[in-house]
């Protein structure tokens, strides 16, 4: 799909007419679903390697480092510690698009920091952002560990919350940020984002069960 066509995708997708006038896969919503959770309109075709028709190296240049995931970690989870150092190692080796390394460099630090939640959602973010938006179990695992370490935290929340969209599994996502959401003041504006999170995702899984459908009654 050209980057047009894309720009024109998500421009119906948030314009009002969300996913009556769109035929992609099912397999293509999570990418998309993830772009308009963290409002990138550029996300979809220029960050996710997911997408059909952009060829993937081994190892290094794999993906494009997000800017605005960084960002978005730093405004709700990150405070200045003796881990922020590994923080920006790690940002550094992704934005070569070296993923692998920029996951090594969390293990290095959590070895030395391994009870700081933040240092495990930075790991958990960035093994997803080297097995290409897939939320593998060691992912998983590290952002169970942050939460473990912040139950009532916003970074392990809202970033394992992400990585489960991403994933397509949208109803833990939509459960976990439901959570996160009840719990942070009315007129906070996460949790007004929170909101507009969770009506998309019932967009995509009410989108998904229609096709699950039609699926079921084709010949």
Sequence with gaps: MTGL??????????????????????????????????????????????????????????????????????????????????????????????????????????????????LWVGLGNALVMHGEGTLTPAADYAFKQAIRLQPDGISPNYFYGLALAESGQFERARDIWLRLAARLPEKFELREELIRNVALLQALIKRRDAESQTGNRAP
């Design 5 to 118: 066509a894309i720009a024109i995708l998500l421009a119906l997708l948030t314009g009002g007419g969300i996913w009556a006038a769109t035929r992609l896969p099912l397999r293509k919503l999570a990418p998309i679903a993830t772009a308009l959770l963290l409002g990138l309109a550029g996300y979809a075709w220029q960050g996710s390697p997911g997408l059909a028709g952009k060829p993937v190296a081994p190892g290094v240049e794999r993906v494009r480092f997000d800017e605005a995931l960084a960002k978005k970690r730093s405004e709700i989870g990150e405070r200045i510690s003796g881990a922020t150092r590994w923080l920006v190692i790690s940002d550094g080796y992704a934005r070569r698009g070296d993923t692998q390394n920029a996951v090594n460099i969390f293990q290095s630090g959590l070895r030395e920091f391994p009870n700081d939640a933040n």
